[in-house]
């Protein structure tokens, strides 16, 4: 008899409704938040060209034009080319003269921003390949694997020289686009 | 052996055994703050209809306060271009005088480390795109992210 009272001392709180409530808390952060992650492709602009700036004069041998028409079709000096094209073209000139090359790059009012972001992702994944059997060769470990350090070593000796020309309404104006860091 | 209809008594009178469902918000609770963590909250929003474009070489952007939104789209209604940086609609002309006011409001640190996360859409002309960089060109803000989603080569 007095066992089954001190058992019924203790009432068992209902909590059925906890489950429903932290569900409601899930999916209010669930929809007041995104997922996407900030993803993308990171570049270093040139600061504004100086006013009266003289123009360098750069050997056209080292120069590699690369363009982008109205109709979003690749040419690489002068000659159509494909994104895989561009990415090697990229490669063998970065190869033969690492740090005097230029990559010169210009699109066209009316190129859709895609096909100048494939542009740009096939010009960094050229010298990324680049940079990475430098430090497979040097230090027998892939690129992402190195420490700070070692990578700006790898990013100095393999540097991105790429150089963009923004077609203005008004005047056809020319920047510098340096390297990544 | 108990005759069958006993056995059935039997059970009717026990009922269902009710589940123990004491656990259940520890469950949710986890699932919560898994997403608390590895989501953030969206910080302005999107005027703009984008779809951003896809390639092989991106990386996740850090560094959260010092970074500067700008989106490329179609305005809510029309098939006219937009520009929107954090949560205003502006003008490719006015951004470096909206990217001056951003930055007076960071630290110095953050200031240096300011980054533009660029968000446009695919079929966005490039001669808009142009505009708003050399606007931030102008505006010393010279990092740039061109926001883009992960595909595999």
Not at chain 1, 83 to 101: D, F, I, K, Y
């Amino acid at each position: 008899m007095f066992r089954k009272r001190f058992r019924q001392q203790i009432p068992e709180l209902n909590t059925t409704s906890t489950a429903d409530i932290s569900f409601m808390l899930l999916i209010f952060f669930l929809v007041t938040s995104s997922m996407d992650t900030d993803k993308g492709l990171l570049r270093q602009m040139a600061p504004p060209p100086v006013e009266n700036s003289q123009p360098q004069d750069v050997n056209k041998d080292l120069v590699m034009r690369v363009e982008l028409d109205a109709h979003d079709q690749l040419t690489c000096d002068g000659k159509p080319a494909t994104l895989q094209e561009l990415s090697e073209a990229v490669v063998s000139m970065a190869t033969v003269n690492r740090t005097e090359h230029i990559v010169a790059v210009q699109a066209d009012r009316e190129t859709t921003y895609e096909a100048y972001f494939r542009m740009q992702d096939a010009i960094v994944a050229a010298y990324h390949q680049l940079r990475e059997q430098y430090s497979q060769k040097h230090y027998g470990r892939p690129y992402h694997r190195l420490t700070t350090d070692e990578r700006s070593l790898v990013n100095e000796y393999y540097p991105q020289r790429i150089s963009e020309s923004f077609t203005s309404d008004l005047s056809p104006q020319t920047s510098q686009k340096g390297g990544e860091r | 052996m108990r005759p069958m209809r006993s056995m059935f008594h039997d059970r009717r009178r026990h009922g269902v055994p009710s589940l123990n469902v004491a656990s259940m918000p520890d469950l949710i609770f986890t699932v919560l703050f898994f997403f608390m963590i590895v989501t953030h909250m969206r910080s302005d929003e999107v005027k703009v209809r984008l779809e951003v474009p896809a390639g092989t070489e991106v990386k996740k952007l850090t560094g959260h306060p010092a970074i500067v939104n700008i989106y490329i789209g179609h305005s809510a209604n029309s098939a006219e271009w937009a520009v929107q940086l954090n949560g205003e609609m502006v003008s490719p002309k006015d951004i470096p005088a909206r990217i001056s006011a951003v930055r007076s409001k960071l630290s110095p640190e953050n200031a240096e480390r300011l980054t533009v996360s660029f968000r446009a859409d695919r079929h966005a002309p490039m001669g808009l795109v142009s505009d708003v960089k050399q606007a931030l060109q102008q505006a010393y803000a010279l990092k740039i992210n061109y926001s883009a989603t992960e595909i595999s080569p």
